[in-house]
């Protein structure tokens, strides 16, 4: 295996008596973007802190291209950053701050102008390079930051939730165009943001960052199948999945679990389950609701309708008085009228996910 | 927003006239005795019409102070030229020593960090007075009395804890990312000093410079018990005026006109670093 370009090493950070950071490792290739997710407060700046080397940790190792860099200073290390809060150097204009990798490495001017033209271009924002930050507007301030994180093509690019701070309709843009910009560097990219659908839409890999800990490191569709834990699960859906408390029985040679007073079949590998509680996790998506009976649904009451994007959410009642979110493609919605109605709804029992309830760990679908 | 009413235009600009005029009156008044003579100055009752005189001044250029009792010779140019040196040589010194102390002070957490900080500010709670003996006897030991170091040394008490307490504030508002990003983009810790965190707290350092130069310019017990007569400021020079055949009014008001003249100029130039600090939008909107 070649040496990935950035390797984190069981990295340890407290800050006096909280453990910001505990045994967290990672490694990520040359033109990978590895997405850090998580909540907030779940260390995720402080990881780029300690990569850029602005911080650094109790334990552990950061190597690039296969060599610490730990007693390197910021500037001695081949990293680049894009802030959350921009951190525009705010007496300069947008051509100087996006020059400033460039100046410090000594380039020469006529190459300083004709690489911050061309970043500035593939950024759009040529026609503001010669505005103080405090005239940009927040859109254009978020792309001088990138384009100065980018501009030297760094090794390892570091982008702490830069898009937190734009509008929806730029946060849509970039979330298209990023993927192909930060490829077309080559550097090992480490996006931090605690937006889901971000994560989903711009990492190949994804990490879940959470009390200090990776909880769980892979692709997307993974992280959204198989969640390492409820709390994963909670996190990536949108509408948040349904859970239910709920205990597996033997009966007849396979395994049934009671559902909204009905009972469904469970696949062959959940017989190790029968007979222990679990949470049961529903995907809105996996809810089938239709206006007339079929086989093997449930009535529920429809209490209200809400777009979302291209899907509509249904905000279901059960007979048993449990909640359930479903949605449906949302030229289907109309159908459904504003809610108020009896519809039914029919689950997916090969579709569900269940968990431990006491320590939150998947127990279905079993590890590949 | 609302159009305002021209009624309340006017008003609010009488109310601006009544509070300039009432602010700016001594000193217009001390503007026009500079230009009177002891007799013109005194008569009862006083009057804003007379006879421009500049005498005043040339008594201070050329240092003769023509008196009933016969000529006095007054240093008073050279008072004005010490008050300069020892002010000016104490603000840039203080800037030396307590801008990066300053940058130290808001950067970084080290051992009794805060306790030496907060010493170097009582150095301005304790009363000149109560220092002054042991601080003269000391200076006779050491040799500084009446000395221009050994003045500027003592008016480091002034203005060093001034300067560096409110240019650590201005420090700590920038954005540490701020330095960080300057820092990741290659620039060494030097460069990031000052190129970054220099030129984003001038407004600071302007106005604790300003402020320390305007304390250290009205010092008067330091100079009066420290230095004799050829080492003294303006402030202490002005006693000359207090002569056995009584008061020059009209010198001293020459006097208090060409000693604030520097400072006033100082002020002028300094306030376009001022506002310049106001419209400087820290780190985002």
């Known amino acids: 295996m070649t040496t990935p370009r950035l390797a984190l090493d069981r990295l340890r950070k407290r800050y006096r008596d909280t453990v910001v950071l505990d045994d967290v490792s990672l490694e990520v290739a040359a033109g990978e973007t590895v997405v850090v997710c998580g909540p907030s407060g779940g260390g995720k700046t402080v990881l780029l802190r300690l990569i850029s080397g602005t911080s650094s940790p109790d334990a552990g190792d950061i190597r690039i291209d296969g060599a610490s860099v730990l007693n390197l200073g910021p500037e001695e290390r081949d990293v680049g950053m894009a802030f959350q809060n921009f951190a525009l150097y705010p007496h300069l204009t947008a051509f100087e701050n996006i020059a400033s990798p460039l100046r410090a490495h000594g380039l020469a001017e006529a190459e300083i102008k004709e690489r911050v033209g061309s970043i500035a271009a593939l950024l759009r924002i040529g026609h503001v390079l010669g505005h103080r930050p405090r005239e940009l507007s927040n859109g254009q301030k978020q792309r001088t930051a990138l384009a100065r994180a980018l501009v030297r093509g760094p090794g390892v690019l570091l982008l702490d939730d830069p898009l937190r701070n734009v509008d929806a309709k730029l946060r849509y843009e970039m979330r298209l165009e990023l993927p192909r910009l930060l490829g077309s560097f080559g550097s090992a990219v480490i996006y931090v943001t605690q937006d889901y659908k971000e994560a989903m839409a711009l990492g190949q890999r994804i990490a879940v960052l959470r009390g200090g800990r990776f909880e769980q490191v892979a692709v997307p569709p993974a992280i959204y199948d198989r969640p390492a834990n409820v709390e994963i699960a909670r996190l990536f859906g949108d509408p948040t999945i349904n859970l239910y408390p709920c205990r597996p029985q033997a009966m007849g040679g396979g395994t049934i679990v009671e559902l909204f007073g009905d009972r469904l079949p469970l696949e062959a590998a959940a017989g190790g389950l029968a007979g222990r509680d679990v949470l049961l996790g529903v995907r809105a998506e996996d809810v089938e609701v239709t206006l007339e009976p079929v086989p093997g649904a449930v009535p529920v009451e429809l209490d209200a309708v809400t777009p979302l994007n291209v899907r509509a959410v249904l905000y279901l009642r059960t007979r048993d008085g449990k909640e359930l979110l479903a949605t449906v493609a949302e030229d289907e919605a109309p159908r459904f009228g504003r809610g108020h109605r009896s519809v039914w709804a029919r689950v997916t029992p090969d579709r569900f996910l269940m968990f431990d309830p006491a320590s939150g760990a998947r127990l279905l679908p079993v590890a590949a | ?285």
């Open chain 2, 1 to 285: 927003m609302m159009r305002e009413s021209p009624l309340s235009r006017i008003l609010r600009g009488l109310a601006l006239l009544v509070v300039a005029l009432f602010f700016l009156f001594p000193i217009f008044w001390v503007l026009l005795m500079s230009f009177q003579t002891n007799e013109q100055i005194l008569r009862i009752p006083p009057s804003l019409f007379f006879e421009p005189t500049l005498g005043n001044y040339v008594a201070l250029v050329s240092g003769k102070l023509e008196t009933a009792a016969g000529t006095l010779e007054i240093p008073f140019m050279r008072n004005l030229g010490n008050s300069v040196l020892l002010s000016a040589v104490s603000v840039a010194l203080s800037l030396v020593l307590g801008v990066p102390a300053a940058y130290a002070f808001a950067r970084f957490r080290f051992r009794l960090g805060e306790n030496i900080a907060f010493t170097l500010l009582s150095f301005r709670f304790a009363p000149p007075l109560l220092v002054l003996l042991p601080l003269s006897l000391y200076f006779q030991d050491l040799g500084l009395n009446d000395t221009y170091t050994g003045l500027i040394w003592v008016y480091q008490l002034i203005s060093l804890p001034l300067i560096l307490w409110i240019v650590r504030g201005y420090f700590e508002d920038i954005s540490p990312d701020i330095e960080h990003a300057y820092r990741i983009d290659g620039h060494s810790w030097w460069r990031t000093f000052t190129r970054i965190a220099l030129p984003l707290a001038r407004p600071g350092i302007a106005a604790a410079a300003l402020l320390a130069f305007i304390f250290c310019w009205n010092n008067f017990i330091f100079a009066l018990i420290l230095a004799s007569a050829d080492k003294q400021p303006v402030t202490v020079g002005a006693l000359a005026f207090v002569t056995a055949s009584g008061i020059q009014y009209g010198q001293i008001a020459a006097a208090v006109i060409l000693s604030v003249t520097p400072t006033l100029l100082l002020a002028l130039y300094a306030q376009r670093y001022l506002v310049e600090g106001l419209s400087l939008g820290a780190v985002k909107g």
